[in-house]
Nanobody, 127 residues
Framework: QVRLQESGGRSVQAGDSLRLSCRAP????????MGWFRQAPGKEREFVAG????????QYADSVKGRFTISKDNAKYTVDLQMSKMQPEDTAVYYC????????????????????WGQGTQVTVSS
């Protein structure tokens, strides 16, 4: 298991930008595929974005494609989620997640594919 900690969640207005950061052990960034999920009250946890171990491949949920960008910063030992054009529908607790990946090319999009989860950070978007 690896220790993950999200940060950056706060209240913003619709149309604003916000960056979430997930700090992880160095070995996590080097050997793990990473992802972001979110869960709104009364709803199931859903996939938001994922990045391969190498950082070369990414995948996004249709609801955020073109607005959110996931990236790795190995120097800072972080995986970030840059969000733009925020909408009220983006309101949720956002979770960072990691999964060991030997291939280096996989991007995981399902909850069951990840074994490691952070505590979550709250994002609230007002109209």
């Amino acid at each position: 298991q690896v220790r993950l900690q999200e940060s950056g969640g706060r209240s913003v207005q619709a149309g604003d930008s916000l960056r979430l950061s997930c700090r992880a052990p160095e070995r996590t960034l080097g050997t793990y595929a990473m992802g972001w999920f979110r869960q709104a009250p009364g709803k199931e946890r859903e996939f938001v974005a994922g990045v391969s171990r190498t950082g070369r491949r990414t995948q996004y949920a249709d609801s955020v494609k073109g607005r959110f960008t996931i990236s790795k910063d190995n120097a800072k030992y972080t995986v970030d989620l840059q969000m733009s054009k925020m909408q009220p529908e983006d309101t949720a607790v956002y979770y960072c997640t990691a999964q060991f990946d030997a291939s280096g090319v996989n991007v995981y999009t399902q909850q069951y594919e990840y074994d490691n989860w952070g505590q979550g950070t709250q994002v609230t978007v007002s109209s």
